[in-house]
C-alpha cells in the first residue's frame, strides 16, 4: 500500500508513519510538506491514500484538494487539519475529501477512518453527521463566512493572518487587482468595513491560529 503524507511539520509526519505503519504493515509511505509539493506528488504516483493538510504553505489547500479529485479521482484524501471540523469539514467534503479529521483526535480514531477510507467509504464524526447532512443538502448557513466562496474564505483567512494584498497575490498567483476584488466581495458579503473587523471576526471564530 501507498500513502502521501503530506503536512508541514516533520514531527507529525513522522508520528502519522508511526501509527499508520503498526496497522498497515509493508506500506510505503510518501512525503510532502507544502501545497504544491503534495499536488505534485499526488500526481506523479498511484496512491491508495493520501492525507492531506489544506493549511500548508503556498497555493490554497482547497485548490490543491480540488485539482487531485478533478485529475486523480480515484485516489481518496482525508483532510487533517488543526481546525474544528465545524470551520472546514463542510468545505473539504465539497471540492473532493473522502474524509476530515481534526489533528488532534486519538490514533484510534485516524486508523477507523483510514479503514472506511480504503474500504470505500466516507469517514466523518458523529459530531458533524448532522451538520454536514444539512449543508451538503443545500440548507444555508448561519455563520457570515459560510456566505464565502471557498476563494474569498481563503483570503479572508489570509487577510486576518496579517498577510498584505501584494502577499496574497504572490502566494496565490493572482494580481492585486483581483485580490483587491475579492476583499471588497468579502467585506460586502461579511458586512464589515476593515481589515480589523475581518481580522477579529476570523479569530473569534477560530478561523486563523
Not at 138 to 159: K, N, P, Q, V, Y
Not at 162 to 188: N, Q
Request: hydrophobic share 45%; net charge negative.
Amino acid at each position: 500500500m501507498r500513502i502521501l503524507l503530506a503536512d508541514d511539520h516533520v514531527m507529525l509526519r513522522s508520528g502519522l508513519k508511526l501509527i499508520l505503519a503498526e496497522t498497515f504493515q509493508d506500506t510505503e509511505f510518501g512525503e510532502a510538506d507544502d501545497c504544491q509539493q503534495a499536488l505534485d506528488a499526488a500526481l506523479a504516483h498511484p496512491w491508495d491514500l493520501v492525507l492531506l493538510d489544506i493549511s500548508m504553505p503556498g497555493r490554497g489547500g482547497l485548490d490543491v484538494l480540488k485539482e487531485i479529485h478533478a485529475q486523480r479521482p480515484m485516489i481518496p484524501v482525508l483532510v487533517l487539519s488543526m481546525y474544528a471540523e465545524q470551520q472546514f469539514a463542510v468545505r473539504a467534503f465539497r471540492a473532493g475529501a473522502a474524509g476530515y479529521l481534526n489533528k488532534a483526535s486519538a490514533g484510534s480514531e485516524l486508523i477507523r477512518a483510514v479503514k472506511r477510507i480504503l474500504a470505500g467509504g466516507r469517514y466523518v464524526g458523529a459530531m458533524l453527521a448532522e451538520q454536514l447532512a444539512a449543508e451538503l443538502g443545500g440548507a444555508s448557513g448561519t455563520m457570515l463566512h459560510e456566505r464565502l466562496s471557498d476563494r474569498e474564505f481563503e483570503i479572508l483567512r489570509m487577510i486576518a493572518s496579517g498577510k498584505t494584498v501584494k502577499e496574497i497575490a504572490d502566494e496565490l498567483c493572482l494580481s492585486g487587482s483581483t485580490v483587491s476584488t475579492y476583499r471588497v466581495r468579502i467585506m460586502e458579503k461579511m458586512k464589515m468595513r476593515s481589515n480589523a473587523e475581518l481580522t477579529h471576526y476570523a479569530i473569534g471564530n477560530h478561523l486563523v491560529e
